[in-house]
């Protein structure tokens, strides 16, 4: 970065009425310095501009600015990303100059513009679409902002006061005099300086238009950053047990600030950068964890941010942190321009100091970062799947890197990804540095016996803090300058293996659905030992929830006469069929004529009606697949007493919905709670005894290779919500591969066994995290076109690629190969390490074959590869 931007005037400085220049005609400047400029439209570079004498020194980098474009001059905005003497131009004297700023204010602060220029590079999205994505448009639009207006006397004090001594308007004459007062340079607020001279405020803009004041407008800012961020903590923190204080004080050494902050002038040799992945079973009291190191780092005046996957869907957690300190911005999708606008505003001044939202929220401009927390760190909602097609977990974990503080990621499901990651990391940090990585490693195994659901055995737990003697003590001996890469040493590994309170996890029952419908006549979505348990459940007082992945009625229409599915036209998939509210129906296998509904494609979003019989051969078609509607419907007919709720992005259309049925099920005025993953997260109600998976398999069969780890993870994580209370959890796991190694591993809740057999699988075939990958999606409307694109293109993949480790695979199409009428080819390429793989896309990226547009989709680490 630039050293110019030392000089930055204050953030919140006032914003400039754009100084204009004339677009035509506009004078070539070939003298420095030069503004690089990345424009917010998705020119793939940051542009060269000379600066206007009148503006050096006001221009610094991070500011929007207005610079002109292409042949016709257009005023495009981009962001200043770096000041400097020279240009690398052949001919500065083509150089156009800036137009004007936009606004003083630094919108970009410079850890942020590194860490955009990053993101730009690492996932190959133009740098002005990044900087695009990292500011809310409302504060771009300055949405909200009140301005205040500023006089001041324009000629010299001298000619004002002869003129006050011979002039006759008693109106202009009170202004001026009253201006008079003033020390010489200061100002006034007109409002304030037209009631103290008793006249109309037009009557003082009137004089500016003659000459003798000038008017300038400065932004409200006590009216944008007074408010009510500041509500006043109601609880208390909660006494740690023995596994979170094991964690906590491992973690400890690392919270404290670099030298110099708290007034020390030793470093910590622990502070700065460090990954810590805290590995804890659910209900095993993470977020008190993540509350109570936040705690400490407030104390020492810096902010934190808590990334959460969905806000909506967290209510509970986001609630936790403002009854805890109060000056919490919670940033949710439901907030106004205004607010968001206000927000960002006290963010940026430290106002705020704890910033709490969805991926988004790690671009907080907090002045003093202390700490990054990343709950659920496993969830693949932290992906954006537009440009820039970013992690928010990985950029989380690159700033917390930049700024040099520790990131604290909790899972009771790690990804792989992350876990082997730390896992790899710390085991190579501790035999670096201690020689002694056998030995710790042989004392934690000594100690970790209590740990029955976690079978160490395989894993390297030299980094395991909980039930370790301490194991991850940092290395004092060894000064920091030493350690090499801080890769190395700065990443660890933590555990919570038991629920608080000495609750026990729920207990998992499979129930072999094969064997069901041998037993039972009909379709039964609900085996006898579920119907059972529900029954049994609901009439002690205690509360359900159930879980079907996939939404609608039935995924699946169907001519049993001649094998006809009934597909969407648009795309390669079937339809599902969503039941018109109200509507019921007698049987699960009926003619689709006793239905009234429609089908929907979940990929494109078309809609259809139900077509009366087989488009091919005129027979009546049938319904197979569950969904959630249908299992409503079964719930509606066996259960109807019980009260019960379907919660799936089809019901609840808001996150206030969201919310007001959560408050009915703390309330108990509802009984049961069916849904999707929509009810999987991070609920957390007492009362809640019971968890049935109507269906463990709908995730198992996708064609991803990450399908078995979604499945672990999303039974894993229901049932997890079961048993929280006193009264212990039961969950009811209902599937049709109940020997399935995944299955297995599921109901066992063992997820050290799970991920290591899954990750010597993908050893095997040298998939993720053991590769690295990145998916080029092409799309078009003619098949011929887009193979033929893909074709070219993966062409000049091998060559760039050619005498690398890097894999090209394909040109192939798409697992679903037409989405909304485009059909879809992907390349994907995979190499052991990430660096070639950048290399080879950034050399194809440099002679513009991946520009953005609308037909080609560059996606880095993707989480699906539908
Ligand atoms: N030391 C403690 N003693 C007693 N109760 C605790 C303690 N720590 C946390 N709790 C309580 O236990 C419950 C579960 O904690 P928390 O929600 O933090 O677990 P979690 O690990 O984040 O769960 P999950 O991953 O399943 O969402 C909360 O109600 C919390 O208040
Ligand atoms: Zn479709």
């Not at 301005?147 to 010299?156: G, S």
């Not at 000459?211 to 932004?219: D, N, P, Q």
């Not at 804890?280 to 109570?292: F, I, P």
Request: glycine content about 8%; some cysteine.
């Amino acid at each position: 970065m630039d050293g110019s931007t030392s000089d930055t005037p204050n953030l919140f400085g006032v914003f400039d009425q754009p100084a204009q220049l004339p677009a035509r005609a506009l004078p070539t400047a070939a003298e420095g310095p030069f503004a690089a400029v990345a424009i917010e439209k998705s020119v793939d570079r940051a542009l060269d501009y000379a600066i206007p004498k009148t503006l050096v020194g006001s221009v610094v980098v991070g500011q929007r600015v207005r610079v002109p474009l292409g042949r016709g001059n257009k005023p495009n905005f981009g962001y200043v990303t770096a000041i400097k003497p020279t240009t690398d131009y052949r001919d500065p004297s083509k150089i156009k100059p800036l137009l004007g700023i936009d606004d003083k204010r630094v919108l970009i602060p410079p850890t942020l513009m590194e860490l955009a220029c990053w993101m730009s590079r690492y996932y190959i999205a133009p740098l002005g679409l990044v900087l695009e994505c990292i500011i809310p448009s409302a504060v771009k639009k300055r949405t909200g902002v009140g301005y205040i207006t500023f006089v001041q006397l324009a000629k010299p004090r001298e000619e004002v006061q002869a003129f006050l001594e011979k002039a006759k308007a008693p109106k202009r004459r009170a202004v001026l005099a009253r201006l008079l007062q003033l020390e010489p340079g200061h100002s006034v607020e007109l409002l304030r300086l037209a009631k103290e001279a008793g006249v109309k405020p037009n009557t003082v803009r009137k004089l500016a238009g003659l000459g003798w004041i000038s008017l300038k407008a400065e932004v409200d800012l006590p009216g944008m950053t007074a408010d009510t961020l500041v509500v006043p903590a109601t609880e208390v923190s909660i006494a740690l047990n023995e596994d979170q204080q094991k964690v906590f004080d491992d973690i400890l050494p690392r919270l404290s600030p670099p030298a110099g902050v708290d007034g020390s002038t030793q470093p910590s040799p622990s502070a700065g950068f460090s990954v810590n992945l805290l590995m804890g079973v659910t209900g095993s009291g993470k977020t008190e964890v993540y509350l109570q190191c936040i705690e400490r780092v407030l104390a020492q005046g810096r902010q934190a941010i808590v990334l959460v996957p969905e806000i909506a869907l967290t209510p509970q957690t986001a609630r936790r942190f403002v009854a805890r300190f109060g000056k919490v911005a919670i940033l949710h999708s439901g907030l106004s321009a205004g607010t968001r606008h206000k927000y960002w505003q006290q963010i940026a001044t430290g106002q705020a100091q704890v910033i709490v939202g969805a991926r988004s929220a790690i671009f907080a401009p907090v002045p003093n970062l202390g700490m990054i927390v990343v709950d659920e760190e496993h969830e693949s909602s932290y992906k954006q799947d537009q440009l820039p097609r970013y992690h928010g977990r990985d950029v989380a974990v690159k700033r917390a890197q930049l700024e040099k503080v520790p990131i604290l990621l909790g899972s009771a499901t790690p990804s792989l990804e992350m876990y082997e990651r730390v896992r790899r990391e710390a085991t190579a940090g501790n035999a670096e540095n201690h020689h002694g990585g056998t030995e710790a490693r042989r004392a934690t195994r000594n100690s970790a016996d209590h740990s029955q659901r976690h079978d160490l055995k395989q894993i390297d737990q030299s980094r395991v803090a909980a039930g370790a003697k301490s194991s991850s003590v940092e290395l004092p001996s060894v000064p920091p300058c030493l350690r090499g890469d801080s890769s190395s040493s700065n990443y660890h590994l933590l555990s919570l293996p038991r629920r608080v309170r000495g609750l026990s996890l729920p207990h998992v029952e499979v129930i072999d659905m094969k064997q069901e419908m041998r037993m039972r006549r009909g379709v039964n979505l609900f085996s006898q030992r579920l119907e059972y348990m529900l029954t049994n459940t609901v009439a002690q007082g205690h509360q359900a929830i159930l879980l079907l992945n996939r939404r609608g009625y039935s995924n699946y229409v169907h001519c049993p006469s001649c094998q006809h599915v009934v597909t969407c036209k648009y795309c390669d998939k079937t339809m599902t069929y969503h039941r018109s509210t109200g509507e019921h129906t007698l049987s699960a296998k009926i003619m689709a004529s006793a239905h009234a509904g429609q089908l929907h494609c979940h990929y494109c979003l078309a809609v259809n009606t139900l077509p009366t019989q087989c488009p091919e051969c005129g027979k009546l078609l049938s319904l197979f697949g569950l969904g959630t509607q249908r299992v409503e419907e079964e719930m509606q007919r066996k259960f109807p007493d019980i009260k019960f709720a379907r919660v799936d992005s089809d019901t609840m259309r808001s996150a206030k919905d969201y919310e007001e049925l959560l408050g009915k099920f703390g309330r108990k005025e509802i009984q049961v709670m069916l849904g999707t993953q929509m009810i999987a997260k991070g609920l957390d109600y007492p009362n809640v005894t019971l968890v049935g998976v109507i269906s463990g398999d709908t995730a198992l069969a996708l064609p991803d290779f990450r399908a078995a780890e979604r499945t672990f993870q999303l039974i894993t994580q229901v049932a997890g919500r079961a048993g929280r209370g006193d009264l212990p959890g039961r969950v009811i796991l209902q599937t049709f591969l109940p020997d399935d190694p995944t299955i297995q591993a599921a109901i066992k809740q063992d997820y050290v066994g799970f991920a290591e057999r899954e990750l010597i699988s993908r050893k095997e075939v040298g998939l993720p995290p053991f590769a690295r990958m990145a998916r080029i999606v092409l799309r078009d409307e003619e098949a011929d076109k887009v193979q033929q694109t893909a074709e070219e293109l993966a062409g000049e993949l091998a060559i760039a690629a050619a005498g690398t480790n890097v894999q090209i695979k394909g040109p192939m199409p798409c697992a679903v190969g037409r989405i909304a009428g485009y059909f879809r080819h992907q390349i994907v390429l995979q190499s052991p390490a990430a660096t070639p793989l950048q290399r080879v896309l950034a050399s194809v990226r440099a002679r513009g074959l991946l520009n953005k547009s609308e037909r080609i989709a560059v996606d880095v680490n993707p989480v699906s590869l539908l």
